[in-house]
């Protein structure tokens, strides 16, 4: 299999053209809630796409029109209010759309794109701007290869929408793409006020996954180690293993029968014990280590159906060190995954976060933590703007931000993708697989267990 390939460099047909929505739209600030404007959401979602063949660029420019009529707030521009706080101007002002030319194939890209590396960055046009509220919250980029096939980039502000939102968005371009005059299976829902805060605030409950400045810090007896920055040491490497439904399989076994889990309980389990395994520090064992990871909680606060800002909170699972690494010991790290799990299904625990994030001192906890976001089980695989579900799909870039993403033809595999110090790679690698080694040594056939990484890359999300 090729290593991740030095794309060769865009050839721009033009300047970008800025694509307003087809039809007169709503115009009006547009609130966002505590869940959209946290400063660990202020990024652009870049999804990657890879298709066999494209539509006529023409036609997807017009189906782009068409669906920002939809969802007009993404043709807005996102502004600051009260200093912290973001709003969206529902202006109509529309979405930069950049057409280009690559000299490579299909084939070349789909070897080498399970580790993407920062030369893939071309793929996105970049908007110069001051900050990251000036960027516009949707740019396209239409790459045509030679060969014929297209690669379809989108970077979309995680501040107007999450992993489903953004899918709903796709899935709706898609529909008018191939159905121009039809209306929309799933209807937007713009309002966020839905998860406005109490007045006053009413957190009533702990949450672990966020910080705030303590202005009369005690000593405390719990060793206090910042992973982050080891973590972010470069040169980092994207890594990459796409575990077979025999894997997770595999997995659960160590579980049971004590503990019934799901696949992505016990993926994620077992990532963040690899991870933390796979550090090559002398952690103390009574560090505290996070993994952190979203969950959908539509459905606990009955938000409308169509609602597509961000609807998740981040569970948190908490383990001292020794506890997570045990040997043997992959139920314990399953079990705090489904006790964070249970903790965020509940309202009252929703709610409390909202409060709780309207102190704009209160930071995301990175120091000891993993973060995990599903990219899988949302639908983005699926696609299709009239020529056929991509080839490849996945994020843009790497980073230290831990994803699952989906597996093209195989809907109960799963790929995780993140970037680690160079300097890991090998034992996070050796952490990730050893249960299927171990099953090799007892004359077990492994499956098909794909692991991959490139040399000496640098990766960013």
Not at 169 to 189: G, R
Not at 308 to 334: I, K, M, P, Q, W
């Amino acid at each position: 299999m090729l290593q991740s390939m030095e794309v060769p460099d865009c050839i721009y047909r033009g300047q970008p053209v800025t694509i307003s929505p087809s039809a007169p739209t709503p115009k009006h600030s547009l609130y966002l809630s505590n869940l959209d404007d946290q400063k660990f959401l202020r990024f652009s979602i870049k999804y990657l796409y890879l298709f066999k063949k494209s539509p006529s660029l023409e036609t997807l420019k017009s189906s782009l029109a068409r669906v920002l009529v939809d969802y007009y707030p993404l043709a807005g521009r996102l502004r600051s209010v009260d200093d912290h706080k973001l709003e969206v101007d529902c202006n109509g002002e529309g979405a930069v759309f950049a057409e280009a030319f690559m000299d490579a194939t299909a084939h070349q890209l789909i070897e080498s794109s399970k580790t993407p590396n920062k030369s893939w960055r071309k793929f996105l046009y970049r908007v110069e701007a001051h900050s990251f509220v000036d960027v516009p919250p949707l740019v396209v980029q239409v790459t045509s290869l030679g060969c014929g096939a297209m690669i379809l980039c989108t970077a979309i502000n995680h501040c107007l929408c999450d992993g489903i939102g953004t899918s709903q968005f796709l899935q709706a371009w898609a529909q008018l793409t191939k159905k121009p005059e039809s209306d929309l299976t799933i209807t937007p829902f713009h309002r966020r006020h839905v998860l406005k805060p109490r007045e006053p605030a009413q957190v009533q409950f702990r949450h672990p996954a966020y910080t705030a400045p303590n202005p009369n810090p005690t000593p405390t007896p719990t060793p206090q180690v910042d992973l982050l920055k080891f973590i972010q040491l470069p040169p980092s490497v994207p890594v990459s293993f796409t575990l077979t439904p025999s894997h997770v399989l595999s997995l659960k076994k160590q579980c049971v029968p004590s503990l019934k889990c799901t696949s992505f309980e016990t993926v994620a389990a077992h990532t963040w014990r690899s991870w933390i395994r796979s550090l090559n520090l002398s952690l103390p064992s009574a560090l505290v280590v996070k993994l952190l990871f979203s969950v959908n909680v539509r459905a606990v606060v009955d938000l409308p159906q169509g609602y597509y800002g961000n609807g998740f909170l981040l569970a948190c699972a908490e383990s001292t060190v020794d506890e997570l690494v045990e040997e043997g010991n992959l139920r314990h790290g399953v079990k705090l995954v489904q006790e964070a799990k249970a903790r965020v299904k509940n309202e009252g625990y929703v709610r409390s976060m909202v409060d709780l994030l309207e102190d704009k001192t209160v930071k995301t906890d990175l120091s000891t933590s993993l973060v995990i976001s599903q990219w899988s089980k949302l639908g983005l695989e699926e696609v299709d703007f009239g020529e056929g579900k991509p080839l490849h799909m996945g994020p843009l870039t790497s980073d230290i931000y831990c994803l699952f993403l989906p597996v093209i033809g195989d809907a109960n595999a799963v790929r995780v993708l993140v970037s680690v110090p160079e300097s890991m790679v090998e034992r996070f690698q050796y952490h990730m697989k050893e249960s299927w080694e171990r099953k090799e040594e007892n004359g077990d056939d492994n499956n098909g267990y794909h692991h991959h990484a490139p040399q000496n890359e640098n990766g960013f999300f």
